[in-house]
């Protein structure tokens, strides 16, 4: 499948951390094979640093391959609105329009595609097209695991606490700070 | 159901904002420590004197020193006077039996505490619920009278306090105390505030 292909081509080939790397280069590297050591590492990097945008897209990529949607989704919409000069058709663009697809979220999955149809080459947009085919399909078992949603009961028992948060925190927070409740729409 | 999602697509993007859906959260991961100041002052009663009622003015400042360890000072003012059966004890002096009950006018202590941290809510996402408990010790100088209108002389005395403090707004809230010292056993509540 083409988009699987698209997908597939932006996740790390590497499956061990070679020496003479820095740090960085080398959890870059750790993210296939220990996705939680590496997102770890990631989520500490500050945002004055010159590899945020990076670690933010490593931190994406990881999230959305080991399904934390909560995270995820923060980081998706953080990304969109601190780099929004994506008129490539980037990668992480689609990585969010794949995860508001495989929860079935059509509003503002159909409102992205809309403002990136406008915007992204003509080259990208047969990506667009694939996207909202399968946004239009209703098929069974799309809905996927939902275990790994945000749980506050869980996060209270080990004391971390979350507070409804507002808008403009997108653009103040660290997005490892963030975390967004998407439901999933789809049926099982 | 097209034209629906078509229009509703519409209106969001004539809205000129970035996309935005699902429900924002925030992740509180601040490490837990005592606030940098600490300020409270409160009402406290007596509940160890059957013969005085005891009406006290509680203040109290703290700064950090470590992590969850506070010191600082704290202030009793003291309004004595009896209560019924003190009253009824001190009649015992028409048949010639002088009573005198001691009693306070102020303290001063220094105050060092540990701040145990309990827990913190986000209650029906409307307010902010931080409740701690606190211990803590100390010494200072009691000013004590012989009797509630006596003679006044000075007392060395230690402290102790227990405290369940509540924060509902941000830097703020209301605290439950008992403080003993040599003149007495005081429960007591007020507010506070926290500046960090």
């Known amino acids: ?19 003479g790397l820095d740090l960085f ?8 094979t220990d996705a939680d050591k590496a997102l770890e590492f990631f989520r500490e990097i500050p945002q004055s640093s010159d590899r945020f945008r990076i670690a933010t897209e490593e931190s994406m990529k990881i999230l959305y391959r080991t399904e934390h949607w909560p995270e ?6 953080y990304y969109r609105r601190r780099w929004p000069t994506t008129a490539k058709g980037e990668g992480m663009d689609v990585l969010e329009l794949l995860g508001l697809l495989r929860h079935c979220q059509t509003l503002p999955l159909h409102a992205l595609l809309s403002e990136y149809r406008a915007r992204w080459p003509k080259s990208k947009l047969p990506i667009l097209d694939q996207i909202t085919s399968l946004s239009e399909l209703h098929f069974k078992g799309k809905a996927g695991d939902k275990t790994k949603e945000l749980k506050p009961f869980q996060d209270h028992l080990e004391a971390r606490v979350l507070w409804k948060g507002k808008e403009e925190w997108y653009t103040k927070a660290h997005p490892k700070q963030l975390r967004v409740k998407v439901a999933n729409e789809c049926s099982n | 159901m097209m034209f629906i999602t078509t229009l509703a697509t519409l209106f969001l993007i004539s809205l000129e904002e970035p996309v935005s859906y699902g429900d924002l959260y925030f992740e509180d991961t601040k490490d837990r420590e005592a606030p940098l100041v600490h300020f409270k002052v409160g009402y406290s009663q007596d509940i160890s004197n059957s013969f005085l009622d005891l009406h006290s003015i509680v203040a109290d400042a703290q700064v950090r020193v470590w992590r969850y360890f ?5 202030f009793q003012w003291t309004h004595s006077q009896y209560s019924q059966s003190g009253r009824a004890f001190r009649d015992l002096s028409a048949v010639g039996l002088v009573v005198k009950v001691p009693t306070q006018q102020w303290a001063l202590f220094s105050h060092t505490t540990v701040d145990f941290m309990i827990g913190q809510w986000n209650v029906l996402n409307m307010f902010p619920l931080r409740v701690d408990l606190i211990v803590g010790g100390g010494a ?8 509630v209108n006596g003679a006044s002389s000075w007392k060395i005395s230690y402290l102790w306090s227990a405290e369940q403090r509540m924060m509902f707004y941000k830097n703020a809230g209301l605290y439950v105390q008992i403080l003993g010292h040599r003149a007495g056993t005081h429960l007591g509540a007020g507010l506070h505030a926290n500046f960090d």
């Open chain 1, 1 to 19: 499948m083409p988009v699987l292909t698209w997908v597939l081509a932006f996740t790390p080939t590497s499956t061990e951390a070679a020496p």
């Open chain 1, 72 to 77: 995820f989704f923060a980081y998706a919409q």
């Open chain 2, 140 to 147: 200072g100088a009691i000013r004590s009278l012989d009797d």
């Open chain 1, 25 to 32: 280069e080398q959890n870059l590297q750790l993210a296939e």
């Open chain 2, 70 to 74: 506070s010191t600082g000072a704290l």
